[in-house]
């Protein structure tokens, strides 16, 4: 629940919320790490733009690619990106990585 909390507070949608928690299962799944180290990794990194704590979970999600690529999809520079821009660039850029790399465990259990 804090996990939720804090993302929330962040600004995190409901259906990022959601995704973050698959991604913390099937990671904790895959890499054998309990599911609420995986879900506060995963929030704590996102919501701090510190991608160390992702990379336990074999995500590494650089910030300023996943920056400047938001900012092309808003028709911005990535200097124009608000803070709150920036955490969701940075959100959207791991729970994509996420997805993709832990999908498969997703389909099996």
């Not at 900012?71 to 911005?76: S, T, V």
């Amino acid at each position: 629940m804090s996990s939720v909390a804090v993302t929330s507070s962040a600004g995190l949608s409901n259906k990022q919320i959601l995704q973050l928690g698959e991604v913390a299962k099937n990671a904790s799944v895959a890499l054998g790490v309990s599911m609420p180290d995986a879900m506060n990794r995963l929030s704590r990194g996102i919501v701090k733009l510190e991608p160390e704590l992702l990379d336990e979970l074999g995500l590494f999600t650089k910030i300023e690619p996943a920056v400047e690529a938001y900012a092309r999809q808003l028709g911005k520079t990535a200097t124009q990106l608000t803070d709150f821009e920036r955490r969701q660039a940075f959100a959207t850029a791991v729970l994509k990585e996420g997805t993709d790399k832990y999908s498969e465990l997703a389909e099996v259990s």
